[in-house]
């Protein structure tokens, strides 16, 4: 990553870290950036989050490592990761008006994970998210090898976890990542 690049990111990130404090309030960013410093791959998944739209920040840490979590925290799923199954094997599935990748795919090539459905849960304490929109989020093994996946919004002030064939996609659904540092 260019200077100009990992500069203008941690400006970015500490802003924002700083804007939001209820989302971290046992944390300062003197010891979020010795983490980010160290970790040059963290660093590129969450430029990469950030480029897509996802406005990532940090939402805790462990308390036994020290590993700090960032999810993306912006107001609805990230736009540069809609429209997307859920997975290769859906993907593959798909005989024609195949998206341009899935959701796990675009993931792991970020460096990143889609969010738990207990991490969505989780987010949703520190505001409203994805009132318009919908998220993918990691699918039990047992609900994918019946062709299905699963994802949430916010509607009418509550959080919904739905199911969908893991081939279907949506302009208005996407995924939410999570990164450990």
């Not at 959701?103 to 520190?126: N, P």
Request: proline residues 3%; charged residues 30%; glycine residues 6%.
């Amino acid at each position: 990553m260019a200077k100009h690049t990992h500069d203008k990111l941690l400006k970015t990130l500490q802003q924002r870290f700083e804007e939001h404090m209820e989302r971290h309030a046992e944390l300062e960013w003197a010891q979020v950036l010795a983490r980010l410093e160290r970790r040059p791959k963290a660093l590129e998944a969450l430029a990469a989050m950030e480029e897509s739209g996802g406005e990532p920040d940090v939402v805790g840490a462990a308390l036994k490592s020290g590993a700090v979590s960032f999810f993306d925290c912006s107001a609805e799923s990230p736009a540069g990761r809609r429209s997307l199954c859920y997975d290769r094997a859906a993907l593959d599935a798909r005989k024609e008006h195949k998206p341009a990748s899935s959701a796990v795919d675009l993931a792991a090539a970020m460096g990143v994970e889609l969010l738990s459905e207990a991490q969505y849960r989780e987010l949703q304490r520190f505001g409203e998210f994805d009132l318009k929109t919908s998220s993918w989020v990691r699918t039990p093994v047992e609900i994918r090898k019946l062709g299905g996946a699963l994802f949430c919004d916010r509607r009418y002030d509550q959080v919904f976890v739905y199911h969908n064939g893991a081939q279907s996609y949506y302009a208005a659904r996407g995924f939410r990542a999570a990164l450990e540092v």
